[in-house]
């Protein structure tokens, strides 16, 4: 059952905007977000950064390190995500424009947009870590 939903119902049911729009504004502040746990993830560890730059370790351990465990969480959050929204797919089928609840194209289109994003959210403060001076690092508290 094809069921086709006119672009001005989709624009009257979500408020005024148009549906390209929503999704935009979703993702920006979801990166921004992602980017401020990270952020702060990264400064709560300033000491466990620092202490093996300390000891010689090269900046881009350091930069593996914060990447690494970044993307895991964000992996994580992508499986709940994609959990959750198939079991939800019935309930919002109604809200949706034009795409089928159950689509898979789209479902891997947004996990892989969403995985790039939080790639670039994890690499600001990933990188911020790098330059972290260690004598600096072992006294900061």
Do not use: N
Not at 5 to 25: E, S
Not at 53 to 70: F, K, T
């Amino acid at each position: 059952m094809d069921i086709r939903v006119p672009f001005r119902a989709c624009v009257r049911q979500l408020g005024g905007l148009p549906p390209g729009h929503v999704w935009r504004l979703a993702l920006v502040l979801a990166a921004i977000g992602l980017y401020g746990v990270v952020a702060y993830h990264v400064t709560l560890r300033t000491r466990e950064i620092g202490i093996p730059m300390a000891i010689g370790a090269q900046p881009a351990d350091s930069l593996r390190m914060v990447l690494r465990q970044g993307l895991a969480l964000t992996l994580l959050g992508v499986g709940i995500g994609l959990a959750a929204s198939v079991g939800l797919a019935r309930g919002i089928a109604r809200l949706l424009c034009g795409v089928s609840p159950t689509d898979p194209p789209t479902y891997l289109a947004v996990s892989l947009l969403w995985l790039a994003v939080a790639s670039a959210a994890c690499y600001l403060p990933a990188r911020r870590a790098t330059r972290v001076d260690p004598t600096v690092a072992l006294r900061y508290e």
